[in-house]
């Protein structure tokens, strides 16, 4: 009767548990993640047609960008289309229509679900199946020659916007303009009160140990809105908690080292730190301190600064973490000296989208020398790292330091797409030299690197009446980022390996003590059965508690384009026109932009 109780009130608890999981779940906003475009409504005499058009690609867009998963039509009227498909999870992807823009949003729709890969699975469906979208859109425009065709123009942005009277900052240090594409200023500002609101709710979307993630977001999202005083202070406490972070790291022992990176503050990613200061850099420009831009930039370029950090940063002290490894699997009885992984040295040591700015910058303070040898070092960046500069040099490079007597330059930095997002990806490992062979096989969960398509592909310069040009590559920020992971990506499989052995070791140690203790008693056939059933119990509870740690920031760019030209000081009129392909996306006018002779004439221009 005991037994029976028992059993009934460990079903009840079951219940609870599980029942209290799903309220918690309810609670919580779902994960979605939605992508904004829009289109010439005034080429239409009728916007029903457009709509129409609209909603028809949209249809052949999900259907061919989700084909392998089987999508299917929920609904649909005049301004609005719903669709569902079983991707990872079972997903609902929605289009809706307003009179010039449209929205594309991915949504979970099931009720189990990791909240941070799910998040990541919406935004990489939301960002395909918009692009797909647009490349469909702009094929039939081209087809039909643009006569009743929909044409995708931007996103949230009208075809064209025009900017009066942009006069000079306050003291004259420098005159900016900013183009937001994908979000007007007032939706950088929703989703930072999106933010500061959820981190006031009871289950915050930015968990304590993931500090560094939050200002991140805060910072750059702060920066696309125009706050730059905001933007800066998020970004120093970023960089600060990244430094505090690898300077626990560094003093750590050996099981702290290798203890699960979930279990511990996110500390940053290299490239997350680098970009930090090149942001910085800019909210410093904005807020007219050269001095303070050049703090920043310097940061990444002196001697033992951040990027001469990197070669040695993750190889060193890797041997005295194998010989506490081999120590203790010795005291366990496995004597065997497995061959550890090691980690791979960073081949990134020069920025030049840092030196660039470090030599504008240094132009802006008179001080001519130092800006030489910025640009003297960018051909030795180019130079050396080909997976990232594969691009030619930028002319601008050399135009930007000979400028005729009586003018001065214009020049225009751009940033596109967002940088690369993290996915958990299964790796399999041997280990024979385990008694039981179910602990053979090793199973570790880590994050990969993903790249996010971007659809912008050119950038075209118009200073009306005096030169069109396009900007040119200067740095794949992603690719950047994917090196730069490369060494922390092979320190983290390292530590992986180490625990993953030492907690398979111990299982296997204790599943071969089990089996000798009840072959004792019931023979040596139970016993074996009894021993290789603890050994599946123990592999599945290891593998359990390995999950891959995808957190990170999510707003960096992921390409960096400069420009550039020389002029009288004086008053223009600037187009600037983001491309897919041949087909313009987005055409935003600058009106009576003042160029001033002897300061820096920058501007700064983004599309995702």
């Not at 990176?261 to 090149?278: A, C, L, S, V, W």
């Not at 940088?419 to 039981?436: M, T």
């Not at 592909?457 to 900007?471: A, K, M």
């Not at 509870?541 to 740690?549: N, P, Q, R």
């Amino acid at each position: 009767m005991k037994n029976r109780n028992m059993i009934k009130f460990l079903f009840l608890l079951i219940l609870l548990v599980v029942s209290g999981r799903s309220s918690l779940i309810g609670s919580q906003e779902l994960p979605s993640s939605t992508e904004y475009g829009a289109f010439n409504a005034d080429d239409f005499d009728d916007i029903d047609v457009a709509k129409r058009q609209l909603r028809t690609t949209f249809i052949a867009a999900v259907n061919h960008y989700l084909k392998r998963y089987s999508p299917r039509l929920i609904s649909q009227n005049d301004d609005y289309v719903k669709m569902s498909a079983k991707y990872e999870y079972q997903i609902d992807v929605e289009l809706t229509i307003n009179e010039s823009e449209y929205l594309v949003t991915v949504t979970i729709a099931q009720d189990k679900y990791k909240y941070d890969r799910a998040q990541n699975v919406c935004v990489k469906i939301a960002a395909g199946t918009n692009k797909t979208y647009i490349n469909l859109l702009s094929r039939d425009a081209k087809s039909n020659g643009n006569r009743n065709t929909v044409v995708p123009v931007s996103s949230n942005q009208p075809a064209t916007q025009t900017k009066n009277n942009i006069t000079p900052s306050q003291n004259d240090t420098a005159q900016v303009a900013t183009y937001r594409n994908l979000a007007h200023k007032s939706d950088f500002e929703n989703e930072i009160y999106k933010i500061k609101q959820g981190q006031e709710s009871r289950r915050p979307v930015y968990r304590q140990n993931n500090s560094i993630s939050l200002y991140l977001d805060k910072g750059m999202l702060e920066h696309y809105a125009g706050n730059y005083r905001n933007s800066s202070l998020d970004l120093q406490e970023a960089e600060r908690l990244i430094e505090e972070a690898f300077t626990k790291s560094i003093t750590a022992d050996a099981a702290s080292y290798i203890a699960n990176d979930n279990t511990k503050e996110y500390p940053g990613e290299d490239y997350e730190d680098i970009y930090i200061n090149i942001f910085n850099a800019l909210n410093y420009y904005h807020n007219n301190d050269i001095d303070g831009a050049m703090v920043e930039i310097r940061k990444i370029t002196m001697s033992s600064g951040k990027l001469d950090m990197l070669s040695r940063k993750y190889v060193e002290g890797q041997k005295s973490i194998s010989d506490w490894a081999m120590k203790r699997l010795n005291t366990i009885g496995i004597k065997s000296r497995p061959d550890l992984p090691q980690g791979d040295p960073v081949n990134f040591s020069n920025s030049a989208l840092a030196r660039y700015l470090g030599a504008l910058f240094y132009q802006a303070q008179g001080n001519l020398d130092s800006a030489r040898i910025e640009f003297e070092q960018i051909p030795i960046a180019f130079n050396g790292n080909k997976k990232i500069y594969y691009n030619s040099i930028p002319a601008t490079i050399e135009n930007s330091q000979n400028t005729a007597n009586g003018q001065t330059r214009l020049h225009i930095i751009g940033f596109t797409g967002l940088s690369p997002i993290k996915e958990e990806k299964i790796f399999k490992q041997y280990f024979p030299y385990f008694k039981n062979v179910v602990l053979q096989h090793q199973q570790l969960e880590l994050p990969i690197l993903v790249r996010r398509p971007s659809s912008i592909s050119r950038i075209e310069i118009n200073v009306h009446d005096y030169g069109v040009f396009d900007l040119e590559l200067l740095e794949d920020m992603g690719a950047v980022a994917t090196e730069t992971y490369n060494a922390r990506f092979a320190n983290m499989y390292f530590k992986t390996y180490v625990r993953t052995m030492l907690k398979y070791a111990a299982a296997d140690v204790a599943s071969s003590q089990t089996s000798k203790q009840i072959g004792r008693v019931a023979g040596d056939r139970v016993g074996n059965i009894v021993g290789f059933a603890a050994s599946i119990g123990s592999k599945v509870a290891v593998d359990a508690s390995e999950k891959a740690d995808i957190r990170m920031g999510k707003f960096f760019p992921d390409k960096s384009y400069i420009g550039g030209i020389n002029l009288d000081p004086g008053t223009y009129n600037i187009a600037i026109t983001f491309f897919q392909g041949n087909f313009p996306i987005v055409k935003e006018e600058y009106k009576d932009i003042i160029i001033r002779a002897n300061q820096l004439n920058l501007i700064e221009v983004f599309a995702f």
